[in-house]
Nanobody
């Protein structure tokens, strides 16, 4: 079992920044990938970004490329999502997720069905 807890959400003005954290516990060694998803009211869950816990491979949705950066601290079993140049359309509940099934292509982890554990989410609200 892997438990995930997100934190760092809040209210920020357009153009501002936030850093989200995802603290993992339990059998974290079984997780290959950490991903971030978001969901706004009335909208489908949207992939944001993913990274292999081993480092190296990252993948970003086009909507956040150049603005968001995913990173990990293996010693603390914690992942981060640095969000810069925030836009009102970034407003959503942000979830981190852990995948325990290995796939060769990091892009495969853009699919929510490939994740096994999910956090409760942290709210990000961007005002205009």
């Amino acid at each position: 079992q892997v438990q995930l807890v997100e934190s760092g959400g809040g209210l920020v003005q357009a153009g501002g920044s936030l850093r989200l954290s995802c603290a993992a516990s339990g059998r974290t060694f079984s997780s290959y990938v950490m991903g971030w998803f978001r969901q706004a009211p009335g909208k489908e869950r949207q992939f944001v970004t993913a990274v292999r816990w081993s480092g190296g491979s990252t993948y970003y949705a086009d909507s956040v490329k150049g603005r968001f950066t995913i990173s990990i601290d293996n010693n603390k079993n914690t992942g981060f999502l640095q969000m810069n140049s925030l836009k009102p359309e970034d407003t959503a509940l942000y979830y981190c997720a852990a995948a325990t099934t290995y796939r060769r292509a990091i892009a495969d982890y853009s699919e929510g069905r490939n994740y096994d554990y999910w956090g409760q989410g942290t709210q990000v609200t961007v005002s205009s």
